[in-house]
């Protein structure tokens, strides 16, 4: 499913070619081919109740625009998939957040990157994850204003828009980077898109971390003064590179 926003008075053109097997969008005002305000890419399925989303991909300007993932992919420097959970371990709540990297060359090969640790978040732990995980890659000079990064997440698919306009902080006072993008993919359906596997791996990654923290019972007075009420600090546990 395509949505494509254009101002009052705008009209749009589809073509095909059939030479390509491409699609193109060109929005016309005046007689001149211009930029929509915003087009969206939305892969869902049918089903009894409502359909399934599986991703959503929405670019600012056409020329961001694509249909397929590797090309999406490409459009950036780098794409992350940041995927949290939040379970009990030994009495105490802990958000465990697993980061992940896809290939820069949308070859669909991706790299466990990261675990991000946190306890005591108010609100969403994932937009926390989030924040705290762009902040951290600007602050050391993981990313440049000249290149373009984007972040895979399966929350807030319906404000996904307004963090990436920079209509709303992304957690607290916290505003989503002009370089960066949010892209909404589930991790639980869409086996064959490499932004479904991508944050279906960082998932996979939380859960391991959960396992192997619960299974280690040395890992109990660690989190005794968090049972007695006091949070744990937000700390970051690299595996890889950042980047690929």
């Known amino acids: 499913m395509i949505n494509t926003t254009i101002e009052a008075g705008d009209s749009i053109n589809f073509l095909w070619s059939e030479e ?18 915003s087009i969206s890419k939305t892969v869902l399925y049918k089903r009894e109740k ?11 300007s056409n020329r961001d625009f694509s249909f397929v993932d590797e090309d999406i992919i490409k459009k950036y420097r780098q794409v992350w998939s940041v995927d949290t959970n939040t379970r009990p371990v030994f009495g105490y709540m802990l958000n465990i957040s697993g980061i992940c990297a896809l290939d820069p060359a949308g070859s669909g090969n991706i790299q466990e990157i990261a675990l991000l640790f946190s306890g005591g ?17 600007n602050k050391n000079n993981y990313t440049d ?38 892209i909404y993919a589930t991790s639980d359906s869409g086996q064959e898109s490499y932004l479904n596997q991508s944050i279906r791996s960082s998932d996979r990654l939380s859960s391991r971390a959960f396992k192997r923290i619960s ?17 744990i600090k937000s700390s970051i546990l690299f595996i890889n590179d950042i980047c690929i």
């Open 50 to 60: 409502k359909p399934k989303v599986l991703n959503v991909f929405t670019a600012y």
């Open 145 to 182: 204003m000249e290149n373009k990064y984007a972040i895979i997440t399966d929350t807030q698919i319906s404000r996904i828009s307004k963090f990436n306009l920079r209509e709303e902080p992304l957690y607290g006072d916290f505003y989503l980077p002009e370089n960066f993008t949010l």
């Open 20 to 37: 390509q097997q491409k699609l193109s969008i060109d929005v016309i005002r005046e007689g001149k081919s211009i930029s929509a305000r």
């Open 121 to 137: 978040v108010e609100g969403s732990a994932e937009l926390y994850s989030i924040a705290l995980f762009v902040n951290f890659l």
């Open 215 to 231: 299974e280690n019972q040395d890992n109990n007075n660690f989190f005794e003064e968090g049972r007695n009420g006091s949070q």
